[in-house]
């Protein structure tokens, strides 16, 4: 069965710093890969995706992330963190074509 | 292109009352599903619906909850005798079958078990 490890469950930045939030997965097939955000009190807004294309993978707002297979990762980065960043963050894979399987979140705190 | 909608945002009941939520989804999509998320964790998988049909069930998802969609349109989640444990987000969410698998994500209901 898939599953999904993300280490750091708080993440501190300065604003303007390099942001790097990690996640390894394990998954039997070729993964379906995923990173959403989460703003308090609201539903999970999908950043970005793999699906057996390009290994990196741009997102929205400036987020890209890197799938390595030898590493069974799927690390996300932003060069340059925002005060607007500051949100929980979520991995997920895709289990089969339908269930996602999440990881249990980073929170990102980015100082001014 | 309205979003994934539920209703209602936030409740708040007694033990042993029964509940139950609505969503309705992107308008073109044929698969709906359930998710539920604990302070703290990441969502975990309730069910899933392919048109009006329930297609897979998670063994979280007790004898006490029951989701339907009818017609394949909205869906609703009950949940009867409502335990403290059940205290939780509630997500739904909406994909189109086909295209890349990607899941959209309503705002979710607050449920608070008293």
């Known amino acids: 069965a898939q599953s999904v490890t993300q280490l750091g469950s708080h993440v501190s930045v300065s604003e303007g710093a390099l942001v790097l939030l990690r996640c390894n997965y394990s998954?039997?097939?070729?993964?379906?890969l995923f990173w959403y955000v989460q703003y308090p009190n609201q539903g999970l807004q999908l950043l970005l995706k793999?699906?057996?294309?390009?290994?990196l993978v741009k997102g929205i707002n400036g987020f890209e992330a890197e799938f390595k297979k030898s590493e069974t990762s799927f690390h996300l980065t932003k060069p340059s963190a925002h005060m607007s960043d500051a949100a929980e963050y979520f991995c997920?894979?895709?289990?089969?074509?339908?269930?996602?399987?999440f990881g249990s979140g980073t929170r990102l705190l980015v100082r001014p | 292109d309205t979003g994934v909608s539920q209703d209602p945002r936030h409740k708040i009941t007694k033990r042993g009352q029964n509940v139950t939520f609505r969503c309705d989804p992107i308008?073109?999509?044929?698969?709906l599903y359930w998710y539920r998320q604990t302070l703290g964790q990441g969502p975990e998988f309730l069910t899933y619906?392919?048109?009006?049909?329930?297609?897979?069930k998670s063994r979280l998802l007790s004898d006490r909850f029951s989701a339907e969609r009818p017609k394949g349109s909205f869906s609703t989640l009950e949940i009867q005798r409502t335990e403290q444990g059940d205290s939780a987000m509630y997500l739904c969410?909406?994909?189109?079958?086909?295209?890349?698998?990607?899941?959209?994500f309503g705002p979710g209901t607050r449920l608070t078990v008293t």
């Open positions: 969410a909406s994909s189109y079958e086909g295209r890349g698998y990607e899941q959209y």
């Open positions: 998954s039997s097939v070729p993964p379906y």
């Open positions: 793999y699906t057996s294309a390009a290994t």
């Open positions: 997920a894979v895709s289990e089969g074509s339908y269930k996602l399987i």
């Open positions: 308008s073109e999509h044929n698969r």
């Open positions: 619906f392919q048109n009006e049909a329930q297609l897979e």
